[in-house]
Nanobody, 122 residues
Framework: VRLAESGGGSVQSGGSLRLSCAVS????????MGWFRQAPGKEREAVAS???????SYVNSVKGRFTISQDNAKNTLYLQMNSLKPEDTAMYYC?????????????????WGQGTQVTVSS
């Protein structure tokens, strides 16, 4: 499985970015896919995750601002980020695991991308 994130960058507070994660070699029919982030000195946290049963979850701090979606035809996972805040600054990673459930637990994921940096200035 290979995952490659893109779309990060530097924006001002209130701006928007769309992250993309190109996924190859992943064929599980029951799965979780997610976006995670890690800021310097902090633990990696789940930002948004998607279960193959359709369940989507967001960390409270991004609800109403971020949207996770996937395009199966393009094998791509997206994270639309609006109304960005300086506290959203982090390295963002996409990840997959070939099992359903507990999709917000980063330690349960098998495969990770290399990450894309998001920096939000005030």
């Amino acid at each position: 499985v290979r995952l490659a994130e893109s779309g990060g960058g530097s924006v001002q507070s209130g701006g928007s970015l769309r992250l993309s994660c190109a996924v190859s070699g992943f064929t599980a029919s029951a799965y979780c896919m997610g976006w995670f982030r890690q800021a310097p000195g902090k633990e990696r946290e789940a930002v948004a995750s998607m279960d193959s049963d359709g369940t989507i979850s967001y960390v409270n701090s991004v609800k109403g601002r971020f949207t996770i979606s996937q395009d199966n035809a393009k094998n791509t996972l997206y994270l639309q980020m609006n109304s960005l805040k300086p506290e959203d600054t982090a390295m963002y990673y996409c990840a997959t695991k070939p099992r359903r459930g507990l999709c917000s637990r980063p330690n349960l994921y098998n495969d990770w991308g290399q990450g894309t940096q998001v920096t939000v200035s005030s």
